[in-house]
């Protein structure tokens, strides 16, 4: 079966930093490009960081400076370092993947991803 799972959410106040993992089972990472997308209540689904992958990063103005995203091939996990945690980044994040052929292309749009973990929640409050 082939599954993202993401884990590494939480309560955290403000200022304070989250790493958020995505692990993928039943097919390989490698030859897939992930984004990572977040949804706050009452809010759409929004785009917030993707990886090609060879590691070509991008990143919504939002979060830019304060997120990281990165890979680990060997691991199979993509991960989401999020510092400098603000009360408007409290979200779902979810994880998504692609496969692709291309090793530098990135992803920002939903309907590119075919692969979605359940999400996990990230609630930034003192």
């Known amino acids: 079966q082939l599954q993202l799972a993401e884990s590494g959410g939480g309560l955290v106040q403000p200022g304070g930093s989250l790493r958020l993992s995505c692990a993928a089972s039943?097919?390989?990472?490698?030859?897939?490009?992930i984004g990572w997308f977040r949804q706050a209540p009452g809010k759409e689904r929004e785009w917030v960081s993707c990886?090609?992958?060879?590691?070509?990063?991008y990143y919504a103005d939002s979060v830019k400076g304060r997120f990281t995203i990165s890979r680990d091939n060997a691991k199979n996990t993509a991960y989401l370092q999020m510092n400098s945690l603000k009360p408007e980044d409290t979200a779902s994040y979810f994880c998504a993947g692609r496969d692709t052929a291309y090793l530098r292309m990135i992803y920002i749009a939903e309907t590119d991803y075919v692969f979605w973990g359940q999400g996990t929640q990230v609630t930034v409050s003192s």
């Open positions: 039943g097919f390989i990472l490698d030859y897939h490009a």
């Open positions: 990886i090609s992958r060879i590691g070509t990063t």
